[in-house]
């Protein structure tokens, strides 16, 4: 196994957790905050899509998919194009309200995207830094498993939330 089928692997767990998450779940449940202060399952899957969209592709030197194929506008959430839900605040968390299905949607076509881009990828693209912000700065690698950290701990409470709900 090379770099990038490690990789893609790994990414492809994150969409099986997330298809599989939002399964059957409705817009009611999708949006239901635990204790009513708690991020819903919508906000969680939204912002993890938002972090692997707007990570991968600024590693990548890409436009991301929300902004490039129009999600931004579809999903009509009251937020800049370039918002993660990075600090979101509670009322913010509460204006998520999407359906599973634009979730996936969004979800599978950043999906596809990232699997575009890993398929590229060599083990000596790993060291390229692509964060000099951070001491030390930040290389291809630390960023590809931090998003991918990142992406399946929000799917993970995601997870914890449905069972909460059910």
Known sequence: MNTSELLLDAYGRIQEVVRDLLDGLDDKTLSTRPQDSGNSIAWLVWHLTRIQDDHLA????YEQVYTADGWHE???LPFDASDTGYGHSADQVAAVQLSADQLT?????????SV???KTLTDEDLDR???????????????????????????GQAAYVRGLLS
């Open 74 to 76: 579809r999903l009509g």
């Open 129 to 155: 830094v692509v964060d000099k912000r951070w001491k030390p700065p930040v290389t291809l690698g630390v960023r590809l498993v931090s998003v991918l950290s990142d992406d399946l701990q929000h799917a």
């Open 116 to 118: 575009e881009y890993l």
């Open 58 to 61: 600024d590693a990548g030197g």
């Open 105 to 113: 949607g969004y979800y599978d076509a950043v999906h596809a995207r």
